[in-house]
Structures are given as C-alpha cells and as structure tokens.
C-alpha cells in the first residue's frame, strides 16, 4: 500500500531562518511523484513543489526546495529565510496506483503546522 | 489565484438534504479531481474525470457522485446528507490524466446540521 508519513503536527521557525519539514513515503512503484502543498488558514491548497522518482536533482522553486533521498524514502520540504506568511499547513503527497495501473491521484500525509515566529 | 473555480464557497443544509458542489477547472486542463477534506479523514481522493470520462475513483460513497460535462467543468453531488459528510470539498485540474500536477481550486465548506 502507498502511504505518505508526516511525523511533525507543529513546528516553530524564526522568521528569517531556514526550516526543514519531513515526509516520508512507501510505494512499490518504481515510478512516482512526490508534491508538497501548502493550506494557509484561509483553506486554499497551493502547489509548491514536484519531484519526480526519477529526476537527478532536487527540485527548487524560489524558496522552496526538496531534499529527496530516494533509498531512505523521504522528500523534505526546505524553506529558506522564512517569512511571516509562511505560516500554514503544509501538506506532502504522493502520485498513487490505482486498481488497473497508475492515475493521478495523490494521496496525501496529515500535514505539518508551521507558525513563523517574528 | 489557481485558475481553478469552485462553487459555492460556503454551504450548510440540513441531514438528508441533496446538495451539488460545481467546479470549472483550468483553461486547457482535462482533468478534474475531487477531494475530501475533514478532521478525523484528512485529505482523501474521491474521483476523477477526464475529458468527460471517469479515470479512477477513491473512496466515495455512494451517496456520492460526479460527472463532468462537455465543456469540462464537474459536478459533485451529494446526498442523504449525514453530519458526518461535514467537510471541505476541493476540486482540482490538470492538463491531461498522468505524470501531471494538480492545481486546486478554493474548496466548498459543507456543513450540515
């Protein structure tokens, strides 16, 4: 079965520091992609970062990027110099099987609370 | 803004009533997924449409149901209501059915008393 662990409810961070938020995962598909989403208290899902099972490099966008070490089975989300409005959940999830083969849909973690401090 | 529109924002009605959640995905995108958010679930897949045809199915009940129309936006229609169905229902699109990332729309907040 396909599973996406995040062990972290809550995190604090100072604003301007960098934080790390952990998620691991569990597939048998050696085929995969790993998304992280951030939910601000308003309650939109907001994409943030994709890494596919097999791209070389870590993915970056802007702030973000994905510290993925495929043989521990994880996909950090970094975020560097934290700002206020970083403060959400933020939520990792995984492409999933379905019966038949592949599909789109993601399964997700339960997410990690991060409160940037000032 | 995703691109991704979902309608109503906000829904509350009664157990045992029928409601239908509506979503016009992205300019260009084929697919649209349904989500589940509540508390003691979290975040669940319902189902998926593309190009007018189901792809794949989750856990969705079958009070539920969905279908997504020629000019590609969905519905999702829910019925005989329970407490438990309390949630916030997002809908989310892509360009095609695989190897894609899904953009989601602002969700709707059902509530029912």
């Known amino acids: 079965a396909q599973k996406i662990t995040q062990t972290q409810p809550g995190m604090f961070v100072q604003e301007k520091e960098a934080v790390t938020l952990d998620c691991t995962y569990d597939?048998?598909?050696?085929?995969?992609?790993l998304f992280w989403y951030k939910q601000p208290s308003s309650g939109e899902m907001i994409f943030l970062i994709y890494q596919g099972s097999y791209d070389q490099q870590n993915a970056t966008e802007g702030r973000y990027s994905l510290n993925f070490q495929k043989a521990r089975k994880s996909a950090n989300l970094v975020i560097s110099a934290s700002q206020l409005g970083d403060s959400a959940m933020y939520f990792c999830a995984m492409r999933g099987l379905n019966y038949g083969g592949a599909t789109n849909k993601l399964i997700f973690g339960t997410g990690t609370l991060l409160a940037v401090q000032p | 803004d995703s691109g991704v529109t979902q309608t109503p924002k906000h829904l509350i009605t009664a157990t045992g009533q029928r409601v239908t959640l509506r979503c016009s995905p992205r300019?260009?995108?084929?697919?649209v997924y349904w989500y589940q958010q509540s508390l003691d679930q979290g975040l669940q897949f319902l189902i998926q449409?593309?190009?007018?045809?189901?792809?794949a199915k989750g856990n969705i009940l079958e009070r539920f149901s969905a279908q997504q129309f020629p000019d590609l936006h969905s519905e999702l229609n829910l019925s005989s209501l329970e407490l438990g169905d309390s949630a916030l229902y997002f809908c989310?699109?892509?360009?095609?059915?695989?190897?894609?990332?899904?953009?989601f729309g602002p969700g709707t907040r059902l509530l029912v008393l």
């Open positions: 300019s260009g995108d084929l697919s």
């Open positions: 597939t048998s598909d050696p085929s995969y992609g």
């Open positions: 449409y593309y190009n007018g045809e189901e792809r």
């Open positions: 989310a699109s892509s360009v095609a059915d695989l190897e894609e990332t899904q953009y």
